[in-house]
């Protein structure tokens, strides 16, 4: 299977443009709460696109491209899912593990700093500055 990297490029750069998400020429790490179908929902990937015939039909799947360009898909996530950078979930297992209040309440405030500073919303519900539509 074989997708056009230009229009995914392209795609990145505008939402990240449009949505004044940072830009990291040197590469970067962030969170993203996704947004398409549920789980139980159908996507329809391929009727958008004939080379995604082969991924999963519910839900987003997580896809990347080998070298030769064939599509792998290594898992399937939901619209409105938060899903965090490897670091950052390391972290708040770490502070899982220690169980005290104290870890908790650090966790806490690492997961608020992640959801405020390094996160981009791709649904526009979960950090909206606090306005309802």
Not at 30 to 39: D, F, P, R, S, Y
Not at 81 to 94: G, P, S, V, W
Request: with cysteine.
């Amino acid at each position: 299977m074989r997708i056009s990297c230009s229009i995914l490029l392209t795609v990145s750069l505008k939402n990240c443009l449009i949505n004044n998400t940072p830009i990291f020429a040197e590469g970067g790490k962030m969170n993203i709460v996704v947004e398409g179908a549920l789980h139980s929902q159908n996507n329809h990937l391929d009727k958008v696109n004939e080379d995604l015939s082969d991924v999963t039909k519910k839900g987003v799947p997580v896809v990347y491209l080998e070298e030769g360009g064939e599509m792998i898909q290594t898992a399937e996530v939901e619209g409105g899912e938060l899903i965090l950078t490897k670091a950052i979930t390391d972290q708040i297992e770490e502070f899982f593990k220690d169980g005290s209040e104290e870890a908790m309440i650090k966790a806490g405030k690492l997961l608020a700093k992640e959801l405020i500073t390094n996160t981009d919303d791709k649904t526009e519900k979960l950090l909206n500055d606090g306005i309802e539509d």
